[in-house]
Nanobody, 124 residues
Framework: QVQVVESGGGLVQAGGSLTLSCTASGLRFDAYDMGWFRQAPGKEREGVSCSRWDGGSTTYTDSVKGRFTISRDKGKNTLYLQMNNLKPDDTALYYC?????????????????WGQGTQVTVSS
């Protein structure tokens, strides 16, 4: 049985930093291009960042470029998102999932392994 767990969210002031983590049991992240997605209340889910299966290439949505960094630890089967200079618009529930392609900020088709997400709230 596959279980995906996101963690590391919290409440921070604008300009602050957080590091999100995503781990899984029963699933090897290095078999997929993996990424982070977020959904704010009343808004559609959006892709934040994706990483090639080996971590060799990454992509980011324009609003987080220069502030967020995606990375992986193959040995720990963990995906990270370092978030700096956070803004109130970053407030959302953040999920990790496989990407359709590392250059595409879209989830992999028929991806069924979504965790509960981790909440990030940025106060102004």
């Amino acid at each position: 049985q596959v279980q995906v767990v996101e963690s590391g969210g919290g409440l921070v002031q604008a300009g602050g930093s957080l590091t999100l983590s995503c781990t899984a049991s029963g699933l090897r992240f290095d078999a997929y291009d993996m990424g982070w997605f977020r959904q704010a209340p009343g808004k559609e889910r959006e892709g934040v960042s994706c990483s090639r299966w080996d971590g060799g290439s990454t992509t980011y949505t324009d609003s987080v470029k220069g502030r967020f960094t995606i990375s992986r630890d193959k040995g720990k089967n963990t995906l990270y998102l370092q978030m700096n200079n956070l803004k109130p618009d970053d407030t959302a529930l953040y999920y990790c999932a496989a990407c359709k392609g590392w250059w595409l900020l879209l989830p992999r088709d028929k991806w069924n392994y979504w965790g509960q997400g981790t909440q990030v709230t940025v106060s102004s």
